[in-house]
Antibody, heavy 120, light 107 residues
């Protein structure tokens, strides 16, 4: 069965970096893009960017350009999202989600979420 | 960026009611519109993609309609497990964008 399993909760200080993992299984890793979406407490969903596991190409939301890096490890079918220069407003739950290329951009499977708290 | 506007932001209804949530895109997105249900502390769940295609395992009381800029999600007869927050999302181009959400509460 398809699974996306994310790394555990993180607490970071302002200015630090965080790297969240999303380990996939149950499907061909290179056949689906992985996107990252975050949700601040009590707020809506915000798209951060995506990676194509096949070649490693990425596309990031303008808001995160220069601060976010998405990478993948094909040997372990894992995608990583690193966010740097953290501020308190980055406190949120971060989700990875799977999207079939060319199919309406729908997230058909999601990770369980990783809570990031940024606090001094 | 394409703006997605949902209405209403919140909705109070009773079990058995028929409810409709609307989603409007700031430009045409053809049928590149997806609907999600989210319950507290959980990841969103895909209900409908391509504006009207029901995901496997999703009850038939859920339906989606629309194309271009105007879309609807309808729940024909509310059940207790349907009380949640619903989001629309456009997959037409990057950056993908979501509506602000509609919180469906029990009356």
């Amino acid at each position: 069965q398809v699974q996306l399993v994310q790394s555990g909760a993180e607490v970071k200080k302002p200015g630090a970096s965080v790297k969240v993992s999303c380990k996939t299984s149950g499907y061909t890793f290179t056949s689906y893009y992985i996107h990252w979406v975050r949700q601040a407490p009590g707020q809506g969903l915000e798209w951060m960017g995506m990676i194509n596991p096949s070649g490693g190409s990425t596309s990031y939301a303008q808001e995160f350009q220069g601060r976010v890096t998405m990478t993948r490890d094909t040997s372990t079918s894992t995608v990583y999202m690193e966010l740097s220069s953290l501020i308190s407003e980055d406190t949120a739950v971060y989700y990875c989600g799977r999207v079939l290329p060319g199919w309406y951009g729908a997230f058909d499977f999601w990770g369980q979420g990783t809570m990031l708290t940024v606090s001094s | 960026d394409i703006q997605m506007t949902q209405s209403p932001s919140s909705l109070s209804a009773s079990v058995g009611d028929r409810v409709t949530i609307t989603c409007r895109a700031s430009q045409s997105i053809s049928s590149y519109l997806n609907w999600y249900q989210q319950k507290p502390g959980k990841a969103p769940k895909l209900l409908i993609d391509a504006a009207s295609s029901l995901q496997s395992g999703v009850p038939s009381r859920f339906s989606g309609d629309g194309s271009g800029t105007d879309f609807t999600l309808t729940i024909s007869s509310l059940r207790p497990e349907d009380f949640a927050t619903y989001y629309c999302q456009q997959g037409y181009n990057f950056p993908y964008t979501f509506g602000q959400g509609t919180k469906l509460e029990i009356k």
